[in-house]
């Protein structure tokens, strides 16, 4: 063993460089010791190596770098407003355009039902009847209509005859004779307008 400098007995006084001195001497297959007095600095040969004087003394062509970095966020920043304003705009003219349709379809949809002479029958009632004052129309519906309710009154007496003469309605059985007559009243005949 080598014997030591007193700078070096003294310098290994601390325990931080005591360990690190014995870390340095140690072998092994398993590790290599490499000494680094700054772990931050980068190695020559690395392609991350500047120099000290270079580091400090970039140039104006380092400036004109920054520079064209940064004109170039402002044109890249000026762009996606520009697509974000063209978005915006074309959603809006889309959406007016779709009003604009719409008020036109209605447009042309009331002008559509104004010249369409079918379109008012639509509104005409279920029967040739007004059931706000009971009258039949004056129509050729109508007449047939008011034909078939007679028909109907008609069939409802000739049911009522024939049941009261079923059941014996107006025979007196003491003197064996009819006492109240059962009369039917004509088959209503069609008007002539519902002939027509």
Known sequence: MQPRSRSERHALKTKDDLEKERLRHRSGAYFRYENRDNPIDVVMNCPGY????????????CEEVNYAEREHAKVLRDEVTEARRKCKYNREEHRWRCIA???????????RMQHDPM??????????????NHCY???PAGAQLE???????????????ALAMRNHLGFNPIIGEQTHGISLPPPPRPPALALA
């Not at 349709?101 to 447009?107: H, K, L, R, Y």
């Not at 034909?147 to 005859?161: K, P, T």
């Open 119 to 132: 379109m008012g029958r639509k509104n005409v009632s279920g029967q040739p009847f007004n059931i706000v």
């Open 101 to 111: 349709g719409a008020d036109q379809a209605e447009v042309d949809r009331a002008a």
């Open 50 to 61: 500047l120099g000290s004087r270079e580091r400090m003394t970039a140039g104006t062509h």
């Open 137 to 139: 129309d004056r129509t």
């Open 147 to 161: 034909h078939h309710d007679n028909m109907i009154r008609y069939r409802s007496r000739v049911r009522e005859a």
